[in-house]
């Protein structure tokens, strides 16, 4: 009986504050999940004209050098010859990193790709098409995998060097499709 007297003399949280805490921390939430999604496409975003950026660096570095040393100054639509330009298996030469092998679209026009980088998923524009062989421009395109998830543009890259964007079209929660091109204006 002692103890049963000490506990009604302790107080406690009723239920009408303990409902004023869940209601505080609910608003909260509430507030911050909407900015922490934004800032993590923002992120994903910046993520992919960087990825852009360093193709873009990659095959002006091709055309530079020769690397394919055929004699002709070209660019390649090839993710592999830009990863080892000099077919040497050697990691030293490598224009690009390893992530962008996993990150190149598997087909069919969507951003579906086994590892996306940041979200995206990158290919060659199939409208840049060669002549006599060889490639005079290039085109590389990002798109997110998961369409207003991880990303709400899509981006390209041409010979130019101008990173390109576009507001892409594709429903929420479904893969992106490369809808950037030449045409779409410059991007902050």
Same mark, same amino acid.
């Given at each position: 009986?002692? +103890?049963?007297? %000490?506990?009604? *003399? &302790? +107080?406690?949280?009723?239920? @009408? &504050?303990?409902?004023?805490?869940?209601? !505080?921390? *609910? @608003?909260?939430?509430? !507030?911050?999940?909407?900015?922490?999604?934004?800032?993590?496409?923002?992120? #994903? /975003?910046?993520?992919? +004209?960087?990825?852009?950026?360093?193709?873009? =660096?990659?095959? *002006?570095?091709?055309?530079?050098?020769?690397?394919?040393?055929?004699?002709?100054? =070209?660019?390649?639509?090839? !993710?592999?010859?830009?990863?080892?330009?000099?077919?040497?298996?050697? /990691?030293?030469?490598?224009? !690009?990193?390893?992530?962008?092998?996993?990150?190149?679209?598997?087909?069919?026009?969507?951003?579906?790709?086994?590892?996306? +980088?940041?979200? $995206?998923? @990158?290919?060659?524009?199939?409208?840049?098409?060669?002549?006599?062989?060889? $490639?005079? =421009?290039?085109?590389?395109?990002?798109?997110? %995998?998961?369409?207003?998830? #991880?990303?709400?543009?899509?981006? %390209?890259?041409?010979? =130019?060097?101008?990173?390109?964007?576009?507001?892409?079209?594709?429903?929420?929660?479904?893969?992106?499709?490369? /809808? %950037?091109?030449?045409?779409?204006?410059?991007?902050?």
């Amino acid at each position: 009986m002692h +103890k049963l007297a %000490s506990l009604r *003399g &302790e +107080k406690g949280f009723t239920l @009408i &504050e303990l409902l004023v805490v869940a209601a !505080i921390i *609910g @608003i909260l939430l509430a !507030i911050a999940i909407p900015n922490l999604l934004k800032a993590r496409m923002s992120a #994903n /975003e910046a993520s992919a +004209k960087k990825a852009l950026q360093t193709l873009r =660096d990659a095959e *002006g570095q091709y055309f530079e050098m020769d690397l394919d040393n055929n004699g002709t100054r =070209d660019y390649t639509n090839d !993710i592999m010859v830009l990863r080892d330009p000099e077919g040497t298996g050697d /990691e030293v030469d490598a224009l !690009i990193d390893s992530s962008f092998l996993r990150a190149m679209a598997t087909g069919g026009g969507t951003a579906d790709c086994p590892g996306p +980088k940041a979200g $995206y998923c @990158i290919q060659f524009d199939p409208a840049v098409t060669p002549v006599g062989g060889f $490639y005079y =421009d290039f085109g590389w395109q990002a798109s997110m %995998s998961l369409s207003r998830l #991880n990303g709400r543009r899509d981006y %390209s890259v041409y010979a =130019d060097g101008a990173i390109r964007c576009t507001f892409t079209s594709a429903p929420t929660r479904e893969s992106g499709s490369f /809808e %950037s091109t030449r045409t779409d204006g410059v991007c902050d």
